[in-house]
């Protein structure tokens, strides 16, 4: 069964671990679903690199640098995203 991502397209969704692994393909087919991603990341520039190639989807992508570790990188990320 295929779910259907079309619900969610122009909504905002918060993506941690966003550089590599299962984030960065998370935040591939969010984008390419037409949401408005945050991709968290201690390494924002591999998320940057990715928002420029990601450019022209349905969505879009924007990097933030954050260690989620830490409750004030969090809580900063938070307020980032609020505005």
Excluded: P, Y
């Excluded at 087919?29 to 998320?47: D, K």
């Excluded at 990715?50 to 307020?79: N, P, T, W, Y």
Aim: proline content about 0%; hydrophobic content about 45%; overall charge positive.
């Amino acid at each position: 069964m295929v779910l259907s991502m079309s619900r969610w397209a122009g909504k905002v969704a918060v993506v941690t671990g966003a550089s590599s692994g299962i984030g960065a393909a998370i935040v591939d087919q969010l984008v390419e679903n037409g949401l408005c991603v945050v991709g968290i990341a201690r390494r924002s520039e591999i998320v940057e690199q990715r928002a420029k190639q990601l450019a022209g989807k349905k969505g879009k992508l924007h990097a933030l640098k954050a260690d989620v570790s830490k409750e004030e990188d969090i809580v900063k990320a938070f307020k980032w995203i609020e505005k």
